[in-house]
């Protein structure tokens, strides 16, 4: 596993740095300016890092034969040529300055997804956006990796549909051009994803066996699978989120809306919490704890000077102030040198 930092804006990128979340806003803008603004908004009220859009024109992606995935099928309920469908959700170029004004006035990270090929990295490169996120989509498209990563801008790679020798190869080619600041992300590419699709384990494998850090974008229902994959080790986490999953879109039905996106977000804050040091030994409120429920060695009856302990008038109770339990086999058979009365912790003057 690296341990190697990368720098994307003001965030230090890394294993052992608080988790990078990417708050996904896609497409789920539905074209209109005032939608984005509000998920630029949303996402910074949840405590994302980050709010990712997706830059490019509809006839640079796809032909006009194109066919429409099954899941944008299903979650818009019609079926049309997929360059129709993406045209209305397209985000003008006009849009671009009054979202990153919003960005910068919230605090939080503003880039894109350059899915429109060159011109639509050329685009976001004069935006100064802080890094480029390339969708699964584009895994296999080496020329397009190859022309974003020679502008030495931090790269996050989606991983869905792939396999290692396909996701090395990416590396590679990404690598060859000089920058070294790429993220892979694991993923699986349906929307929603099931659980028995998720594959945890796999982003374990690239983490040990790739030369890059290593993250998770998920596409599942809920918030439950982020949070296992941050404690299994992912140092991003991205997920797409609306502001209403009734929404007419084919993104909307898998994504977050804003409470929950903000409940996830604090799950994912937690989980370091949660998961602590490696060393196992009582805690500031254990240790107070400890003299409550502990036990100790006491008298079960009263006992006069001279009497010889035993299992009858030796005993373990609480509170856990006294002699340890582990002393009280070698205490049997010993004589008191003092009465004693019922019900009192055995001191190491008694015997």
């Known amino acids: 596993m690296t341990q190697r930092t990368i720098r994307i804006g003001t965030k230090t990128i ?12 896609g497409v789920n803008h539905n074209g209109r300016l005032d939608l984005a603004l509000k998920l630029v908004d949303a996402a910074a009220d949840a405590g994302a890092d980050a709010v990712k859009f997706q830059t490019f024109h509809a006839e640079d992606v796809v032909t006009g034969k194109g066919k429409m995935a099954a899941y944008q099928k299903k979650n818009l309920g019609k079926t049309e040529s997929q360059v129709a469908m993406l045209k209305k959700l397209e985000l003008q170029d006009r849009f ?5 004004a919003r960005a910068k006035k919230r605090k939080i990270l503003f880039f894109s997804a350059p899915h429109g090929g060159p011109s639509s990295v050329d685009f976001l490169r004069r935006l100064n956006v802080p890094a480029f996120k390339f969708g699964s989509g584009d895994l296999t498209n080496l020329p397009l990796l190859a022309y974003a990563a020679k502008m030495d801008i931090p790269v996050i790679l989606g991983t869905g549909m792939s396999t290692m020798k396909e996701v090395r190869a990416a590396i590679r080619v990404i690598h060859r051009a000089g920058n070294r600041k790429l993220v892979a992300l ?12 998720v594959n945890l384990r796999a982003m374990q494998t690239m983490m040990r066996d790739l030369d890059v850090l290593v993250g998770y ?5 809920g918030i439950q699978v982020p949070s296992m994959a941050v404690t299994l080790g992912a140092c991003v986490i991205e997920k797409h989120f609306t502001l209403n999953r009734k929404m007419k879109g084919p993104d909307h039905a898998a994504s977050l809306e804003p409470d929950e996106l903000t409940e996830m977000i604090r799950a994912i804050r937690r989980v370091p919490v949660i998961l602590g040091s490696s060393v196992k030994r009582p805690t500031s409120s254990e240790r107070v704890m400890m003299r409550d ?9 009263p006992v006069d000077k001279g009497d010889v302990f035993t299992k009858k008038n030796l005993g373990i109770k609480r509170p856990g102030t006294g002699l340890v339990p582990r002393a009280y086999l070698d205490i049997l058979g010993k004589r008191a040198i003092k009465d004693i009365d019922a019900d009192t912790l055995l001191r190491r003057g008694d015997f």
Not at 14 to 25: D, N, S, T
């Open 96 to 100: 671009y300055a009054s979202l990153i």
């Open 186 to 197: 694991h993923c699986t590419s349906n929307y929603p994803c099931p659980f028995e699709e």
């Open 217 to 221: 974008s998920d596409h599942t229902e």
């Open 14 to 25: 890394g294993y052992g740095q608080p988790v990078f979340v990417i708050a996904e806003a």
């Open 293 to 301: 429920v502990r036990k100790s060695i006491v008298t079960l009856a």
